[in-house]
């Protein structure tokens, strides 16, 4: 027990150490404007520390799922609406998107699919030939001509490096990127492996990205971000400029519980929704 009690206090105080370095990149820049026009600053980042405990034990609950197989595969039979693939972010896997997984089959979607990004360590490139993969397999076997991309943090950018590598591809329709490092985090550096390493504001692999913006074939890429993101900084990052992209602005939540959140859910449906 008391070890459970220090591994407790310990994660607690890497989450709010994140929130206290996303204080002083706001504090430093033109953020904590935006934060204090939304309400009291130190409310905001309190209801953000209460997401990062809430969506973290999610993490350890959802993990289980990966012991239910059915329930991430594809239903037999075409698809009568156009499929959805998720894509998760940095050192996750596909029980990230177990709830909105659940959400979007009671919404109406069936052929819906969380892919795994086999290998913590790999490059973004290399994430984004799984994509690939995926996308293909995913056509074949619902007869659909289509498919829309949802990223959450790095798996927006494996997103958009699939589309940077098939640029004339016409069997993505939408994208949906939620807390995506765009134009990377400085927490980056804190990290292990190729793929966070291209995710150093400044990396080759961002300066090559963002050249211009990897757009799907209905010319329609949505970036939800949230104003207390703890994990990318600076908060901008998260947005993406350009003819066709439209940032939209979900509720209070954490970077991690932008996967657990319903309101946000729900702006990834309306985006896929609209015409």
């Known amino acids: ?30 953020h904590l404007e935006i934060l204090r026009s939304r309400g009291r600053v130190s ?5 953000g520390f209460l997401w990062s405990l809430y969506s973290h034990l999610m993490v ?6 990966a ?11 075409p698809a009568e609406r156009t499929p959805v693939i998720f894509v998760h972010g940095l050192y996750h896997n596909h029980t990230a998107w177990y ?10 979607w069936q052929h819906v699919k969380a892919v795994n990004l086999h290998g913590k360590f790999r490059s973004i490139q290399d994430f984004g030939r799984i994509l690939n993969q995926e996308v293909d397999e995913v056509l074949r076997e619902t007869g659909s001509n289509q498919v829309d991309l949802v990223g959450h943090s790095m798996g927006g950018l494996v997103i958009r490096s699939y589309l940077a590598d098939n640029p004339v591809t016409t069997k993505v329709r939408r994208v949906v990127t939620l807390g995506s490092p765009h134009a990377g985090s400085k927490l980056a550096v804190l990290g292990l492996g190729n793929a966070v390493k291209e995710m150093i504001p400044g990396s080759p692999f961002l300066e090559e990205l963002n050249r211009e913006l ?10 939800i971000y949230t104003i207390v993101d703890n994990l990318v900084l600076p908060n901008e990052s998260a947005k993406l400029s350009g003819d066709g992209a439209e940032n939209i602005e979900t509720r209070i939540v954490n970077h991690v519980g932008l ?17």
């Open 1 to 30: 027990m008391c070890w459970l009690l220090l591994i407790l206090l310990f994660w607690m105080s890497v989450v709010a150490m994140t929130y206290l370095i996303f204080y002083y990149e706001s504090a430093n820049g033109s």
């Open 43 to 47: 409310l905001l980042l309190f209801r």
């Open 60 to 65: 350890l609950a959802t993990t289980t799922t």
């Open 67 to 77: 012991l239910s197989r059915s329930f991430y595969r594809l239903p037999p039979g």
């Open 99 to 108: 709830l909105y997984l659940r959400w979007f089959r009671k919404w109406g």
């Open 214 to 223: 990897q757009l799907p074939e209905s010319g329609r890429f949505c970036a």
């Open 259 to 275: 996967s657990f959140c319903k309101h946000t859910a729900r702006l990834v449906k309306q985006c896929l929704e609209e015409h």
